[in-house]
């Protein structure tokens, strides 16, 4: 067992109103993602209405991000999953590479 | 219309003192930026001085982090923009590539 | 003088319970890290259990997020120090690929 092995996962950055944290981390469990983190209390300024066509500013809205790491595989299908939610709501995801000092904790 | 999509961009986490949040804000809106999340109440440690060319511990300061996500073109006059500040003030801004799941709410 | 040279590091989130963050930051320091942000009062989810060998829910622990930047050479005796203890304890080290707008900040 060799903990100094580094796993190269991909690590999502799920930004959206806290009302809608339940939602989110129901989808990413039953994409059998096992673990997350979330910070909570954010604020920010968005635009919102990519579904209606126009920008509307949210000042102060109350956001979470909700912090994982996935196996590749796992990006698509929960890209997929989470499509239909900000075609009306306000909050993005964002994509990058990590490493991972372990991976069992983050298996998909 | 598709969701799925990813758009390849320039993510940007500024950590600086609270205190100067709308001098940060301000300035990313001249530069174009639409959207950004801000996590708050960060406590760090961190080596100011670059200025006086010694570093003095800031324990506890009270610090925020800037979130955003811009092209890639507007990195370099967006850190062109905050250089003056930092030599004046504790801060850091980290900038790494991301995909973004939707291009609209960080458009520049 | 150039802050607008950008220097290429590797971005460590450790995230672990808050309980243990002077365990942390003290061996960051030992390893020559003098500047890092924490990110306080994070709840998650995650798989315990890599030392017993099983999977062992805890809603709702208490996390905090440290993130620094070090040089490429201080990734792996960090790991390494940071290994006995994650055998033992919740918690995850992110490793990724940043550009910080100067260096001075997180030399190590």
Redesign the interface.
Known sequence: MN??N?STLK?LEI?LEGEHQAFA?DLLERAGV??????????????HG?HEGH?MFNEDSV?I?I?T?VSEELV?PI??G??PF??EHTG???????????L???QG
Chains 1, 2, 3 share one sequence.
């Open positions: 903990n100094l580094l690590k930004i981390t096992t673990g997350y983190t979330i910070v909570n209390h954010l604020s920010g300024k968005g635009s990519f920008v956001l991000m912090i790491a698509q890209l997929e989470f499509a900000f075609n993005v995801i964002f994509v990058s590479d990590i490493q991972v000092n372990r069992v904790k983050f």
